[in-house]
C-alpha cells in the first residue's frame, strides 16, 4: 500500500496545467470532486466545480469553495490562483443544484485552470448502470474519472446497482460485465483518456483484491484501487 492518491492524479489528468474533468459513476464523485479540487487548490491551480447533472446544494454539503455561484454574475468574477469557484444553478423544486448551460462553462474555461464537472448520478449508490440520457459528458473534456464503490462485491445488485434491471450477486463476472458493458463504467470515455477509480480499498480482504487485479483494463486506460476519504492508492494497474 501506498499513499499519494491526489499527487497521482494530477499527474494522470492535469497536463500542462490545463484540465477539463468529467467525473462519471457511482461511489465516491463527490468525494472525489472535493477531495481532488482541495489538493489543486492547495497546490496553487485555478479550480472550477460544477455540475452537468445535479448535486445536493452548498448549503448541505461543503465544497470547500472559495466562491459560489449560483446565477450567471459568475461571469463577472475573474478567480486568482489557489482559488476554488462553484457554479450551478437551484432549481428550488427538486432542491438540488443543477446544470448550468454549457455554453456558460466553455466561456468559463478559459478562465480557470481546472474544471471538474460532476457528470452523472447514482443516489448515492456504489455502482451505476446507464440509460441514453447519461452520463453527460461536455464536449470540453480532456479526461473522465469513472468510479466504482467496492463495498457493493458480494451484495445483491438491486441493492447496490442504480439502474440494474437484473438481479444478481456483483462477483468477479459481474464486474468483468460491468467494466466492458456499452452502459456500465466505460460509458462516456470514448475518445478521451480516461481513469477508473474502484474505491473502498479499505473494506476489501485479500481475496476481494485479486479480484481487482484480474480485472481487464482497456488498453490507453490505468484502473486504481483507491480509499478516496483518506486519499490511499492500494493497488494500481494498467492494460491486461
Known amino acids: 500500500m501506498f499513499n499519494g492518491l491526489w499527487n497521482e492524479m494530477e499527474k494522470q489528468l492535469v497536463e500542462g496545467g490545463k484540465a477539463f474533468i468529467s467525473v462519471t459513476g457511482g461511489g465516491g464523485k463527490t468525494s472525489f470532486l472535493i477531495a481532488f479540487s ?8 485555478s479550480v472550477l466545480l460544477s455540475t452537468s ?14 466562491m459560489v455561484f449560483l446565477k450567471e454574475d459568475v461571469m463577472n468574477y475573474f478567480p486568482k490562483k489557489g482559488e476554488t ?13 443543477v446544470s448550468p448551460e454549457e455554453s456558460v462553462v466553455a466561456l468559463l474555461k478559459p478562465r480557470y485552470d481546472v474544471v471538474i464537472v460532476e457528470a452523472d448520478g447514482s443516489r448515492n449508490l ?24 467496492m463495498w457493493g462485491l458480494g451484495k445483491r445488485t438491486g441493492e447496490v446497482s442504480f439502474g440494474e434491471e437484473t438481479d444478481s450477486v ?17 460509458k462516456g470515455m470514448d475518445g478521451h483518456k480516461a481513469i477508473y477509480l474502484f474505491n473502498g480499498a479499505e473494506v476489501m480482504g485479500t481475496e476481494e483484491r485479486k479480484v481487482f487485479l484480474s480485472l481487464p483494463i482497456a488498453e490507453g486506460r490505468k484502473g486504481f484501487l483507491v480509499n478516496l476519504r483518506e486519499g ?8 491486461m
Open 38 to 45: 482541495s489538493y489543486l487548490k492547495s497546490r496553487g491551480y
Open 53 to 66: 447533472t445535479k448535486l445536493a446544494p452548498p448549503w448541505k454539503v461543503d465544497y470547500k469553495a472559495d
Open 85 to 97: 469557484v462553484f457554479y450551478a444553478h437551484y432549481d428550488e423544486e427538486k432542491g438540488k443544484v
Open 126 to 149: 456504489p455502482f451505476k448502470i446507464h440509460t441514453s440520457r447519461d452520463p453527460v459528458i461536455w464536449k470540453d473534456t480532456t479526461k473522465v474519472v469513472a468510479i466504482c464503490g
Open 170 to 186: 456483483v462477483d468477479r463476472d459481474y464486474l468483468l460485465s460491468y467494466i466492458s458493458s456499452e452502459e456500465g463504467l466505460s
Open 232 to 239: 490511499k492508492i492500494y493497488e494500481k494497474k494498467k492494460k
